[in-house]
């Protein structure tokens, strides 16, 4: 069974703080995605990377998918309240194998 | 340009009854993933479905879980005799094909069985 553990679980920050929350396991992915989810609402794709040591950005998140392809981070610059969410890294390694998900780190962002 | 669509989204049943939850897909997507979200944990995968077949169930409980994806009409996943352990969201997701890398998740189903 593929694991991803993701840390820290919680995490409550001030506005304009810059934070990372990271994902990692064993396993070796082909992908690995990370996803933003709101209360009752179903997650969000934000992200996919496939290459190791890939680093892509998207406004103020910056995720690193590292060398061997077992880990990846996610780093928030200036974080805002709107950032606040559960982020949940999920990961696949192969294209037929179903997407595992990691329990999530939940992001407060106070003003 | 509906996404995917859920409904209920909230259902009480009482121990013993049946559940049913439906979903359906994007337009044009063909494939259909459930999973299952309990609080402050992860989605956990139950099924993956195309139309008229389950590919993947490794994730369903062996027994009083049930999902299909018919030729026409939405996805179902069923639940029967329904336990208070069973109480969780539940997200469909789809993808245009197999392999594909993004999934679209519906808005999800609150189950509470009391």
């Known amino acids: 069974t593929q694991l991803l553990e993701q840390s820290p679980q919680f995490l409550s920050i001030q506005e304009g703080e810059n934070l990372t929350v990271y994902c990692n396991s064993s396993?070796?992915?082909?992908?690995l995605q990370w996803y933003r989810q709101e209360p009752g609402e179903g997650p969000v794709l934000l992200v996919t990377?496939?290459?190791?040591?890939e680093v892509k950005k998207l406004k103020r998140l910056t995720f690193q998918f590292g060398d061997a392809r077992k880990d990846s981070s996610l780093h928030i610059t200036a974080a805002q309240p709107g950032d606040t969410g559960l982020y949940l890294c999920?990961?696949?390694?192969?294209?037929?194998?179903?997407?595992?998900f990691g329990k999530g780190t939940r992001l407060s962002v106070i003003a | 340009n509906a996404g995917v669509m859920q409904n209920p989204r909230h259902l009480v049943r009482r121990r013993g009854q049946e559940a049913r939850l439906r979903c359906s897909p994007m337009?044009?997507?063909?494939?259909v993933y459930w999973y299952r979200q309990l609080p402050e944990e992860g989605l956990k995968f139950m099924v993956y479905?195309?139309?008229?077949?389950?590919?993947?169930e490794s994730g369903m409980p062996k027994e009083r879980f049930s999902a299909e994806f018919p030729k026409e009409g939405p996805s179902i996943l069923r639940i029967q005799q329904v336990v208070r352990g069973d109480s969780a969201a539940y997200f469909c997701?789809?993808?245009?094909?197999?392999?594909?890398?993004?999934?679209?998740f519906g808005s999800g189903t609150q189950l509470s069985v009391l």
């Open positions: 337009k044009g997507h063909s494939h």
């Open positions: 997701a789809s993808s245009p094909g197999q392999g594909r890398e993004k999934l679209f």
């Open positions: 999920a990961g696949r390694n192969s294209g037929n194998t179903p997407l595992v």
């Open positions: 479905l195309q139309k008229e077949n389950i590919i993947d």
């Open positions: 396993s070796v992915f082909s992908s």
């Open positions: 990377v496939v290459t190791g040591g």
